[in-house]
T-cell receptor, first 112, second 112 residues
Framework: EAQVTQNPRYLITVTGKKLTVTCSQN?????MSWYRQDPGLGLRQIYY???????DKGDVPEGYKVSRKEKRNFPLILESPSPNQTSLYFC???????????FGPGTRLTVL | EDQVTQSPEALRLQEGESSSLNCSYT??????LFWYRQDPGKGPEFLFT???AGEEKEKERLKATLTKKESFLHITAPKPEDSATYLC?????????????FGSGTRLSIRP
């Protein structure tokens, strides 16, 4: 089944404790992206990657890091999480040149 | 500044009561307008892409239309299973990395 998977689905952590949210897709998509979704603000792009070893900032990159060492994986790293990073996070992927994005199921992160 | 605004924020309808959701946009270099459906606790699911004014797309009870300033998602004779949040997004700019901007969504509730 073609899909985007994220882990963990739910995470409660404390300020300053480094964490990684994994994202994996099995559709051989070149483009991958991370979004956060907050009430009233819609989906905002954090980082995106056009292909392996190619990443770039989205609209809200502060406090986040990403890497793209393999085509299928695009982890999101929070080196020192803060309460304002409490949010619902989505990973998405698509083929370059196509507009349809496939989204993962989301990761609900709470930073205390 | 590129912007996408959806209205209303929430809409409650009786089963069978047709209505429309609005998405107005201000972007330079529109490369596509997208509609997604998002169910609670899940990632957005792609519905339609529209590229130029006058274009229409249909899927079951949903029909999306596009003008130069806005898009409408028409829902004809809705059923309770159509209850979801509907997201509008636009792709702006002409590079392959052009960003996608999401609206904050319309939460649709259909009463039996």
């Amino acid at each position: 089944e073609a899909q985007v998977t994220q882990n963990p689905r739910y995470l409660i952590t404390v300020t300053g404790k480094k964490l990684t949210v994994t994202c994996s897709q099995n559709m051989n998509h070149e483009y991958m992206s991370w979004y956060r979704q907050d009430p009233g603000l819609g989906l905002r792009q954090i980082y995106y990657s056009m292909n392996v070893e190619v990443t770039d900032k989205g609209d809200v990159p502060e406090g986040y890091k990403v890497s793209r060492k393999e085509k299928r994986n695009f982890p999101l790293i929070l080196e020192s999480p803060s309460p304002n990073q409490t949010s619902l996070y989505f990973c998405a992927s698509r083929h370059t040149g196509y507009n349809e994005q496939f989204f993962g199921p989301g990761t609900r992160l709470t930073v205390l | 500044e590129d912007q996408v605004t959806q209205s209303p924020e929430a809409l409650r309808l009786q089963e069978g009561e047709s209505s429309s959701l609005n998405c107005s946009y201000t972007v330079s270099g529109l490369r596509g307008l997208f509609w997604y459906r998002q169910d609670p606790g899940k990632g957005p699911e792609f519905l339609f892409t529209l590229y130029s004014a006058g274009e229409e797309k249909e899927k079951e009870r949903l029909k999306a239309t596009l003008t130069k300033k806005e898009s409408f998602l028409h829902i004809t004779a809705p059923k309770p299973e159509d209850s979801a949040t509907y997201l509008c997004a636009v792709r702006a700019g002409y590079s392959s990395a052009s960003k996608i901007i999401f609206g904050s969504g319309t939460r649709l509730s259909i009463r039996p």
